[in-house]
């Protein structure tokens, strides 16, 4: 299995078990893409987390306020209709569990990852941007309307080498 | 007899969940205290009588290996279980939880039931399951 396959698969199924279990709601999956190059300007809520070990990089989503808000208070069940510390807090935990089970499938593949505290960020026409230029896989997944773009990088990092014994020679990752 | 509970995690999301579902186990539980990371929860024990803790283990400042491992060597708080809840299911985090001396393992996402489940061995039941 590629990598990316890999990727797609396990950000498909932590973010449905997440919505599924801590909020009671059924997400619909959409068509994943590929970014690369020059961050589109964002509005709404974005939160990042990283993470770390022979392979490196940063797990991400992202949200319009209304759709933070939903979240915030499916999770919660209280009503928010403003995007506060609680709705924020419920976006980064959110982020922790998805990027988080996305790390475990990882980890039987390319060995033991560390994972970072969530930052959120909420804003209007501001960019992102992550050094080094990697590819970004990104699947969006829709609660009725509103949606909710989960995004990965990934990139080899310089303790891999020494990582290389730890792979399943089973498992075809292209890197 | 009723249980005093210390959840332990720096989202004030998770902590506000787990007094909800904890208020639902149907445990008898007498005052759920909280801590938003193990330094704070170390601090909270040295006041506040606990018969069992709740812990996420990435947390800032001291995360919950460090707390686990901090209580386990108390001579005052190491009777008292712990059950990590956390997003890292990876064995070797499981494993040094257990060596640490962690009661128990709870991966979230979690449900009602799981964490129901988990607890019934710590706490009495104050009403029918």
């Not at chain 1, 709705?87 to 982020?95: K, Q, R």
């Amino acid at each position: 299995m590629k990598l990316e396959e890999l990727l797609i698969d396990s950000l498909t199924r932590a973010a449905a078990q997440v919505f599924s279990t801590m909020l009671d709601v059924q997400v619909r999956c959409g068509s994943t893409s590929t970014e690369r190059g020059l961050p589109q300007a964002n509005d709404g809520v974005v939160s990042f987390i990283g993470l770390a070990g022979a392979w490196a990089g940063t797990g991400s989503l992202a949200c319009s306020p209304v759709m933070a808000c939903r979240i915030c208070s499916q999770m919660l069940m209280t009503e928010q209709t403003a995007v506060n510390e609680d709705v924020l807090d419920a976006v980064a935990e959110l982020t922790n569990m998805i990027i988080g089970g996305v790390k475990t499938d990882l980890e039987p593949h390319l060995g033991q990852l560390g994972l970072s505290i969530p930052t959120v960020i909420f804003g209007r026409n501001f960019k992102t941007k992550g050094a080094g230029g990697a590819e970004w896989i990104v699947t969006p997944f829709f609660w009725d309307e509103d949606a909710l773009l989960a995004k990965v990088c990934l990139t080899r990092s310089e303790k891999s080498l020494a990582h290389a014994t730890v792979l399943d020679p089973t498992c075809h990752l292209d890197f | 007899m009723e249980s005093d509970i210390l959840v332990v995690d720096d989202s004030a999301a998770i902590r506000k969940i787990l007094q909800r579902v904890l208020r639902q186990t149907g445990m008898s539980i007498r005052t759920i205290h909280e801590a938003g990371d193990g330094q704070e929860a170390l601090e909270k024990l040295k006041t506040t009588t606990i018969d069992l803790v709740l812990t996420d283990i990435n947390m800032p400042k001291m995360d919950g290996l460090q707390f686990l491992a901090a209580m386990k060597s108390s001579a005052e708080c190491r009777h008292i279980p712990v059950v990590m809840i956390t997003t890292e299911g990876g064995e070797t985090k499981v494993a040094e939880a257990v060596r640490l001396g962690a009661a128990g393992y709870v991966r979230k996402p979690f449900t009602a039931d799981q964490i129901k489940e988990k607890l019934a061995g710590f706490l009495e039941t104050a009403l029918p399951l």
